[in-house]
């Protein structure tokens, strides 16, 4: 069964460096999304991306954070300068055109900032 | 705005019982409704959802849940647990509104079970 991918499986940072966080969503999926668990709590909405666009994002989702797909099978969350409350477990997740299909998740990213 | 409860962050059953795991959404109109399970450094993998049609919903390892549109609940249960069962358990609504999708998480529970 087709997956999303997620590398890598664990990223440390020093505080105000940037980082990269990168996905593989399902290859015939149009929506993809980004979504953050901090340790303790729920799983939070970042961003929507739909048509090489966002579609929508979280108040989380301030100028530090941008996301991209450089081609056709990458999605790429950017952390320009980051602080040490951006440590979460980083989740993507993708979903065929229609909206009441299931989001396909990946494993996460663990991200630990120093 | 559209919010998620489960109740009951730790829910402890014996191996055969009952599981047992609640979640009610807020809107007045229904949503979208999933319920998703999380293993140890494992991502979120889909366990059923709810979309329109029968209110009753069978997912994968033998949950099911019931959509109750007067309570707005879809409460999580499977008639006998397994030990491979424990993990934490997370509902999910998506507004049928939003085209882009985006979902919204309950605070999760986490399921233990006992010899």
């Known amino acids: 069964e087709p997956e999303v991918t997620q590398t890598p499986s664990h990223q440390v940072t020093q505080m105000g460096q940037e980082v990269i966080l990168r996905c593989v969503p399902i290859?015939?999926?149009?929506?993809f999304y980004w979504y953050r668990q901090i340790l303790g709590q729920k799983v939070e909405f970042l961003v929507s991306?739909?048509?090489?666009?966002?579609?929508?994002k979280s108040e989380i989702f301030d100028d530090q954070f941008s996301v991209e797909r450089p081609d056709g099978s990458n999605f790429t969350l950017k952390i320009r300068s980051t602080k040490l409350e951006d440590s979460a477990m980083y989740f993507c997740?993708?979903?065929?055109?229609?909206?009441?299909?299931?989001?396909?998740f990946g494993d996460g990213t663990r991200l630990s900032i120093l | 705005a559209q919010s998620v409860t489960q109740l009951g962050s730790h829910v402890s059953v014996s191996e055969g019982a009952l599981v047992l795991l609640r979640c009610n959404y807020s809107?007045?109109?229904?949503?979208?409704l999933f319920w998703y399970v999380q293993y140890p450094n494992q991502g979120l993998q889909l366990l059923l959802k709810?979309?329109?049609?029968?209110?009753l919903v069978k997912g994968i390892n033998g949950f099911e849940a019931e959509f109750k549109k007067s309570e707005t609940s879809f409460h999580l249960t499977k008639p006998s647990a397994h030990m491979s069962d424990a993990a934490e358990y997370f509902c999910?609504?998506?507004?049928?509104?939003?085209?882009?999708?985006?979902?919204?998480f309950g605070q999760g529970t986490e399921l233990s079970v006992k010899p």
């Open positions: 290859s015939n999926h149009l929506y």
């Open positions: 809107s007045s109109v229904p949503p979208y």
């Open positions: 999910a609504v998506s507004d049928r509104s939003n085209q882009g999708g985006k979902l919204i």
């Open positions: 997740a993708s979903r065929w055109d229609r909206e009441n299909q299931p989001q396909h």
């Open positions: 991306f739909y048509n090489n666009e966002i579609s929508e």
């Open positions: 709810y979309t329109t049609g029968a209110t």
